[in-house]
């Protein structure tokens, strides 16, 4: 009986819980004492069209209502609220009171974390190995959270390339030793949000509700214990920030706060993808306007971040996602298509609060100025981006691509990756640059190559020893096919994330020797590279390349590192006298994948990429 009885009383409380917190819905979630972004502006969701015309009193030591914006929909308010530097953690009660009667709902102020820019927030660099993860096609770790009930898309056919496959959180917490041992430093993953879209919920890039993370992954209690155990490895974590643009089923999308919380056109006007007209001096009001403005697709609405609101809750939860999971970077998607003056005060307040934050863009451009304006650069243009680097799609198109797969000439083959690195005089710091072989939009490098598994070696070599902040796509290392178009061939499954799977890369367990042998080339480089300081720390000095040779150096003060690129049909001497600035003192040259010494005057073979040690 007394069972019974508790049971019920469990039951009335719950409901009276869920009843409460479904008067109002307040964004963000939660705050934090101490914090220096500390004047919030607090979206409120009531749930009947006169919810905004009711008084609202907070009556808490250290927190002062400034003011309360009634918004163009009934059901929402925007409320101003200063935290004083007095104020201590707790739950706060905000009265909301229509006529004689009060409802109250409890908002969450919490106690910061330790640790800013030591433990989190510690900002990706030069000295850091990237590896880019698609969640739901890495691991499955927990099939209990495959399909959760009430959500759109309940697909779950690993058969299928657009279907959910139930990779998530835990499956990669489980493989972080595989990771550590590979010589990665830093975990990026595609977007951890909610998606309760109806279909294609795989990528993660269509937001439903900014604070959720995504259940099927393990929501947010696992999201947390990802990054606490990277961070117990002296490891980080990027979040995949998407300002441009939300999913369809997005809370606000079905019940938007203002008629221009989204960008509207009379009929459907999607993105033109061209970067020119934004810096163009000779471009047109309305092709920048359908750059910027246009939908990116049917299913993703434009958010409109010239709304103050919007664009206040937008910087909000970039602060909240740093405290509340210790992120350490930001990868920010779509950046050409941002407000652009809003993304600079976005950075701004993300480094205010967090000074050894970094945040890298996605500039998907075709030009090395292109890229350049979108990022800090030197270039005299009358907007100036504060973005601290950028995903270099150009050493990729227009460098190592063109180096492995063209003829040598006088503007081919590797000399296109020469030219493009000679323009880094652009940037204010080409070194804050992502570089990377293949993403999840790209064709995988290794089918790129033609499965020529000695250029993919090449590509490797290259991505460990340029300058810049490495980014290694999941399953490259172990010889991962797909051609993109559609996409979905390559975002297939990692070999062995699965209970079943007959290849298991973590393991090496069914692997060819091909495959063991690139997996074993990557982590040697990779490793090296970690213990490096000319190549994480150190400056870069290129040579002209002649005949399909191409040589450049890493080096600093205590150490040298020779990269020789022979991408030349025939056989290549190599001679320290024709690089004298930066061999003078040495007479030998180990190779650091096997050790091998080397004098000078020795010759490296058809397709193939050396990286040397040099020395005395």
């Not at 690195?421 to 490098?445: E, G």
């Not at 042998?517 to 040697?524: A, G, N, P, Q």
């Amino acid at each position: 009986m007394k069972t019974r009885l508790l049971v019920l009383v469990l039951i009335v409380f719950n409901c009276f819980e869920g009843l409460q917190g479904q008067y109002a819905n307040i964004y963000p979630t939660n705050w934090w004492v101490g914090m220096k972004h500390n004047k919030i502006q607090l979206l409120v969701k009531g749930n009947y069209a006169g919810f905004n015309r009711e008084s609202v009193e907070i009556n808490y030591p250290g927190i002062m209502v400034k003011e309360v914006h009634q918004l163009e929909n009934g059901k929402y308010m925007a409320i101003d609220i200063v935290i004083s530097e007095s104020a201590r953690p707790g739950n706060v009660s905000i009265a909301f009171t229509k006529g004689t009667k009060t409802n109250k709902v409890d908002w969450l102020l919490k106690t910061r974390r330790k640790g800013n820019g030591i433990a989190y927030a510690q900002g990706v660099n030069s000295t850091d190995l990237v590896y880019l993860i698609m969640p739901d096609r890495f691991s499955n770790g927990d099939t209990t959270n495959d399909r959760i009930a009430g959500m759109r898309d309940q697909s779950l056919n690993r058969n299928e390339i657009y279907d959910r496959h139930g990779g998530d959180f835990q499956g990669i917490i489980n493989h972080l030793d595989y990771l550590q041992s590979l010589g990665v430093t830093t975990l990026w993953m595609t977007p951890v949000i909610e998606n309760d879209q109806p279909n294609r919920t795989e990528h993660g890039y269509s937001f439903t509700n900014h604070y959720k993370i995504e259940p099927r992954f393990g929501g947010e209690a696992k999201y947390r214990e990802l990054s606490d155990s990277l961070h117990k490895r002296g490891m980080k974590l990027i979040q995949d920030a998407v300002y441009n643009h939300v999913g369809s089923e997005n809370i606000f999308n079905l019940d938007p706060p203002t008629r221009d919380w989204f960008h509207q056109w009379p009929s459907y006007t999607q993105t033109s993808f061209k970067d020119q007209p934004v810096y163009d001096p000779y471009g047109s009001a309305i092709d920048k306007k359908i750059l910027s403005d246009g939908w990116f697709d049917h299913s993703m609405p434009d958010v409109n971040q010239s709304n103050p609101y919007f664009a206040n809750y937008l910087i909000q939860h970039a602060i909240w996602s740093v405290e509340e999971f210790g992120v350490d970077g930001w990868r920010i998607d779509t950046y050409i298509y941002n407000d652009l003056p809003f993304m600079n005060r976005c950075n701004t307040e993300l480094i205010k609060e967090y000074p050894k934050m970094t945040m890298f863009g996605e500039t998907w451009v075709h030009g090395t100025a292109s890229q350049a304006y979108f990022t800090a650069n030197n270039i005299d243009v009358p907007f100036k981006s504060n973005l601290i680097g950028s995903t270099d799609f150009q050493t990729l198109f227009y460098g190592i691509v063109p180096a492995l797969t063209q003829d040598f000439g006088w503007t081919d083959g590797v000399n296109k990756l020469y030219t493009t690195l000679s323009n880094d005089f652009l940037y204010k710091n080409a070194n804050n640059n992502v570089i990377f072989l293949d993403n999840h939009d790209l064709t995988r490098f290794y089918s790129e190559m033609k499965e020529d598994v000695n250029k993919l070696k090449m590509g490797i070599a290259w991505l460990l020893t340029c300058r810049g902040i490495p980014q290694l796509y999941y399953g490259t290392e172990v010889l991962m096919k797909g051609v993109k178009n559609p996409d979905g061939w390559v975002r297939l499954d990692f070999p062995g994330g699965w209970k079943g799977d007959k290849k298991n890369s973590f393991t090496t367990e069914g692997m060819t020797d091909a495959e063991k042998d690139m997996l074993l080339y990557t982590k040697i480089l990779a490793n090296y590279r970690k213990h490096s300081t000319a190549i994480t720390r150190g400056k870069l000095m290129q040579y002209v390349p002649k005949n399909g040779l191409y040589v450049y150096f890493r080096y600093d003060a205590s150490q040298t590192v020779m990269c020789v690129m022979n991408t030349d049909n025939n056989e290549q001497k190599v001679d320290f006298k024709d690089f004298t600035e930066r061999t003078q003192g040495f007479t030998k040259a180990s190779n650091v994948m096997n050790g091998n010494l080397l004098n000078s005057g020795f010759s490296i073979p058809a397709k193939t990429m050396w990286v040397l040690e040099l020395k005395k």
